[in-house]
């Protein structure tokens, strides 16, 4: 699935480069002046790519909560399940300040790809150093049909810590290696 998030991770680098999108999303020059920062990071071959699982819901939950468990609704629950790898973006955003968070959140990407043999829900983590790519690739029914979802976001770099004290990296894949 590493194709899926290179995949994602070429559409973001086309849309981020592309300074009037970044305008027109954010409205401010402050965003814009940092969405193109981030572009210009994002142009290299990442630092590093680690593979995480998909976070447990309630273990992610206990941690944007500081440790206490929520008791959720089955609906709350069928909610979050499928969008907490962006909660996590957005908290690791938050934790730099409204700019980033604000700059962060308007670039989203997603795809569906055919279920591979053998997948497991994970997420893929492209650090560039000041900036970081994560995507989410979920399992998911659509129209009766198995497939993946895969969901890419630009966020903090922190997406690291808070994916790694929840789930130990299944795989790290150096730069070099593509």
Do not use: H, K
Not at 23 to 34: D, N, V
Not at 45 to 64: C, F, G, K
Not at 71 to 88: C, E, G, H, K, N
Not at 131 to 156: D, I, K, Y
Request: net charge negative; proline share 4%; aromatic share 8%.
């Amino acid at each position: 699935m590493e194709d899926a998030g290179g995949e994602l991770l070429e559409t973001m680098r086309t849309l981020m480069a592309d300074e009037t999108f970044a305008a027109a999303l954010t409205a401010s020059e402050e965003l814009t002046a940092q969405i193109m920062a981030w572009a210009e990071s994002m142009d290299a071959q990442p630092l590093y790519t680690r593979v995480y699982p998909y976070p447990e819901l309630d273990a992610a939950l206990s941690y944007v909560n500081e440790g206490e468990a929520l008791p959720l609704s089955d609906a709350a629950r069928a909610y979050l399940a499928p969008q907490i790898v962006q909660t996590l973006c957005a908290q690791a955003s938050a934790q730099r300040g409204a700019m980033y968070l604000a700059a962060a959140n308007a670039l989203r990407v997603e795809e569906w790809y055919a279920l591979p043999e053998n997948f497991e829900d994970c997420v893929l983590v492209y650090d560039f150093g000041d900036v970081a790519f994560a995507v989410s690739l979920r399992q998911e029914t659509v129209a009766g049909t198995e497939a993946v979802r895969a969901e890419g976001c630009v966020c903090a770099p922190e997406i690291r810590e808070i994916l790694a004290n929840i789930a130990v990296p299944q795989e790290e894949i150096q730069a070099a290696e593509g």
